[in-house]
């Protein structure tokens, strides 16, 4: 930092502080380059939602210089059980502001308060990717666009129809939609709030939003039960008296594999329809094996989602189970001390495992962000051990470490925060 600038000051929100809730939002849209208007309407639409949540700014002198958003809510890992994580949002630093040390004393004090508080991770979804590795934390779920050529996907003969499929307003699935995502959760999905299920489903429309017209199909299994749905929008595309209308997948969630196959197979006989988008979705998606043309459903990107940042690897590690029984003793680096040490990782022949401090040799050594990254049964520790983010001091350690965290279904986030 420059020896002539005063330091930045850090202190809560005031939430009821009009004028500093709209510079709080006016930051955000500026550094985010986001048409989002930040008025009087936007204000008292989210300032309930805030009012749950921890709300941080740096400030010089009087002004509004860098924001930063968290709050604590679950995250699924592996084996169903949920943990507790300080979710990470928000996070911006005017241009005129940068490398005076807004982010760092912003992130460092949330980070310090969510491991005081007992939290063993936190997470967020990172605008840009270079940052957050030097406080911790790693890619733990990707997620992939999946481009579906409507005129060439067709179910296979095999897939058996079961359960119906109706068509409904997004409304009517208010109450429905939240209970079959939670029955449909997978390790790295976490909480969706109120206010995120009335702006999907346009209970309460984000304010200055003009979406495309959408629809739920709602999936009913053979007693007459939700097990599933796809909300989807659309924008007509004709040429030459030929449609290309492009489907958007806003989300999809389904609690049984009949459910799975019976919202795909209505989507891909969608009428005047070219194509069916969804952005978002899990890379290992079981669509394509569905379908007699596999090629028909095609993943054209596959981008890092969410991050996760391990606070007490103690607590992370045995919230999870784990497909294999095994041992590994890995030393954890951390630049900043919460997760330092060297811990035992035993699994039993049931997926538990105990987790604590240990004396003995260690097996692998690597950065909490390595770590964080295994956490939810993605990553990958052989590139990583490639790039030299990992030590291994026993032949086949990154082997058996790699084994014993992945999981044979790729953790997915479906949900943006």
Do not use: C
């Amino acid at each position: 930092m420059p020896h002539d600038l005063p330091p930045l000051t850090f202190r809560p929100v005031d939430l009821e502080d009009d004028a500093e809730l709209d510079a709080y939002m006016a930051n955000t849209a500026m550094v985010f380059t986001s048409p989002v208007v930040h008025g009087p309407e936007m204000r008292e639409f989210r300032r309930p939602t805030y009012r749950t949540q921890r709300l941080t700014a740096a400030f010089d002198h009087d002004a509004l210089v860098a924001t930063y958003r968290s709050w604590d809510w679950q995250v699924t890992v592996p084996g169903g059980a949920t943990v507790t994580a300080d979710a990470v949002s928000t996070v911006t630093v005017r241009p005129t502001h940068r490398r005076r040390g807004a982010l760092t004393g912003l992130i460092t004090a949330d980070l310090a308060a969510a491991k005081a508080r007992g939290v063993p991770a936190a997470v967020l979804v990172a605008s840009e990717a270079s940052i957050y590795g030097r406080y911790g934390f790693g890619v733990a779920t990707r997620s992939a666009t999946w481009d579906v050529d409507v005129r060439s996907a067709k179910v296979g003969a095999g897939v058996p129809r079961v359960g119906t499929v109706e068509v409904v307003d997004l409304a009517a699935v208010r109450q429905v939609a939240p209970v079959v995502f939670e029955a449909s959760r997978r390790p790295g999905a976490t909480d969706r709030s109120e206010e995120w299920w009335d702006v999907l489903l346009r209970v309460t429309p984000w304010p200055g939003d003009k979406p495309d017209p959408a629809v739920v199909a709602l999936y009913r299994d053979g007693d007459g039960t939700p097990r599933g749905y796809a909300v989807y929008s659309w924008k007509d595309d004709w040429a030459d008296r030929r449609s290309h209308t492009v489907v958007t997948l806003l989300d999809l969630q389904a609690a049984t594999g009949e459910a799975y196959a019976g919202l795909w197979r209505f989507l891909t006989e969608l009428d005047l329809v070219a194509t069916v988008r969804g952005a978002d979705r899990p890379v290992d998606e079981e669509l394509p094996h569905l379908l007699v043309d596999a090629r028909a459903a095609r993943a054209s990107t596959i981008v890092d989602l969410l991050w996760a940042r391990v606070l007490d690897p103690v607590a992370a590690l045995s919230a999870r189970t784990y497909e294999s029984p095994g041992a590994a003793v890995l030393e954890v680096t951390d630049p900043l001390g919460h997760a330092a040490g060297r811990f035992a990782l035993v699994v039993d022949g049931t997926g538990a495992a105990r987790v604590g401090p240990t004396d003995s040799a260690v097996d692998v050594t690597l950065g909490v962000d390595v770590l964080s990254s295994l956490w939810l049964g993605g990553g990958d520790l052989h590139a990583a051990a490639v790039a030299g983010r990992v030590v291994e001091h026993a032949a086949g350690a990154v082997a058996n470490l790699d084994r014993l965290m992945r999981t044979s279904r790729a953790p997915w986030t479906g949900t943006w925060f």
